[in-house]
């Protein structure tokens, strides 16, 4: 056989092994997004140091560790004022994938400067439904609102009161729009010891404080994960409107010496919610609604207010849980395909006891109100000016004065690029 016809033959074969070829080479999809925060930052002196002073953590208070934060000099508390000027946190670089029935993804955002993993998970596509494993949005997820708020964290009313439970590894099952997964444990660790002290003046102590070591005459020895923390929703369309229903459910258990004596405290938290997005031409309207006990001992958000996680005293085994109620209701109008404007108001609410003998309640609501335009003069571009104020209200205790929170406001513009 003359070469020219080996070489003719050997190129059909290639060509008919293309096909299967193709299918062994994965499709990747690279993408990215830079945010940026520019604001204003204000916070009160009705803020007390605990929550938000100088190179604070900002403890319960999400909103706290903005770039303002009030201060003391000489046991007075001041205003504090700043510029924000900063990379967000969710600004990311990421990857999508297919091969087949397989998909993936990961991606990496920009949490404090630094690189960090947001998101790493494969998916086997088996007809019915979907199987996920690996790091992921947990299924207790409906985000309605478009709000930044000081520091430009992660956007969405996230700590406000949004139905959110963040970034987590888990088993996930997807069938059309339900989903139920198995997530790992969302441990909070300033839940599991408790201080409480009458005040000598309202802005010199917290009624009740929970810290990050157990009382005097006790030692925290480990938390142990027995039960993965378990969510389920189901996302729907009927008429002009999208609707969401879910829920979670968190449990771990902690270890404390008392006195050469063992003793554990199991911390339980759960959260309900419910949701939805309407559209009628230009205009929308979105809310959601939530009830649980110990949202931040469910990883549901966090909630921004004081009376959000499970109080334990290991000196007397006692433990006091919180209640939780938030709710959201977001307006917007569509101008054109370049500019919207929306605003809106976050609502939460919390109550709870402390664990000393003899305890008093506490009660705290948190509002929070905001405007911005959404201008996109160049696809993939956005501007975004945003006007807003959360209100921390007052911490109400038994028998005792209200405890004022102070207000933190901001006037900004987040700017984006995704590419």
């Known amino acids: 056989m003359k070469k020219p016809t080996i070489l003719f033959l050997v190129l059909i074969m290639i060509y008919a092994a293309l096909p299967a070829l193709a299918q062994d080479k994965a499709d990747w999809a690279f993408y990215g997004s830079v945010r940026m925060w520019t604001a204003w930052e204000s916070v009160d002196e009705d803020t007390p140091p605990q929550l938000a002073s ?37 600004s990311r670089i990421g990857a999508n994938v297919k091969w087949g029935n397989i998909t993936g993804a990961f991606e990496y955002g920009a949490s404090g400067g630094n690189p960090n993993l947001r998101l790493l998970y494969g998916a086997w596509n088996f007809g019915p439904g979907r199987l996920l494993i690996g790091q992921d ?12 708020g000081p520091g430009g964290v992660e956007c969405n009313g996230i700590g406000l009161g ?4 963040g970034r987590a590894p888990q088993l996930k099952l ?27 003046t309202p802005q010199t102590s917290l009624l009740v404080s929970n810290e990050t070591t157990p009382p005097a005459g006790s030692t925290f020895v480990e938390t142990d994960w027995y039960l993965p923390r378990i969510a389920a929703s189901y996302t729907f369309n009927a008429g002009p409107g999208q609707f969401f229903i879910g829920g979670q459910y968190n449990a771990y258990k902690e270890i404390f010496n008392v006195g050469g004596v063992e003793r554990d405290n199991t911390v339980y938290g759960w959260t309900l919610g419910a949701g939805t997005k309407l559209s009628f031409g230009p205009f929308y309207a979105n809310a959601t609604v939530q009830y649980g006990q110990n949202p931040n001992n469910a990883g549901s958000g966090p909630a921004t207010l004081y009376p959000s996680v499970q109080l334990y005293n290991p000196l007397t085994d006692n433990a006091e849980n919180a209640d939780y109620m938030s709710a959201q209701l977001i307006l917007g109008f569509k101008v054109s395909d370049s500019i919207t404007f929306e605003g809106g108001v976050i609502w939460q609410g919390g109550d709870g006891q402390s664990p000393q003998g003899g305890g008093f309640s506490v009660k705290q609501n948190t ?53």
């Not at 201060?71 to 508390?77: A, F, K, M, P, V």
């Not at 004065?401 to 700017?415: A, E, Q, R």
Request: proline letters at 4%; one cysteine or more; hydrophobic letters at 40%.
């Open 367 to 419: 509002w929070a109100y905001y405007l911005q335009a959404a201008w996109s003069p160049a696809k993939n571009v956005f501007i975004i000016p945003e006007i807003g104020v959360i209100d921390y209200d007052k911490l109400r205790v038994q028998d005792l004065p209200d405890l004022n929170y102070g207000k933190t406001s901001w006037l900004g513009i987040k700017w984006q690029i995704n590419f």
């Open 54 to 90: 100088k190179g604070a953590t900002g403890a319960f208070f999400q909103y706290a560790t903005t770039r303002s934060k009030a201060y003391t000099i000489g046991g007075t508390l001041h205003d504090d004022a700043d510029l924000a000027w900063d990379i967000q946190a969710n």
């Open 162 to 165: 949004s139905i959110y439970p």
């Open 137 to 148: 949005y947990g299924s207790y997820d409906y985000r309605v609102s478009n709000v930044c």
């Open 174 to 200: 997807i069938m059309g729009g339900f989903k139920f997964s198995l997530e790992a444990t969302q441990v909070t660790a300033t839940s599991y010891s408790v201080t409480t002290t009458r005040p000598i």
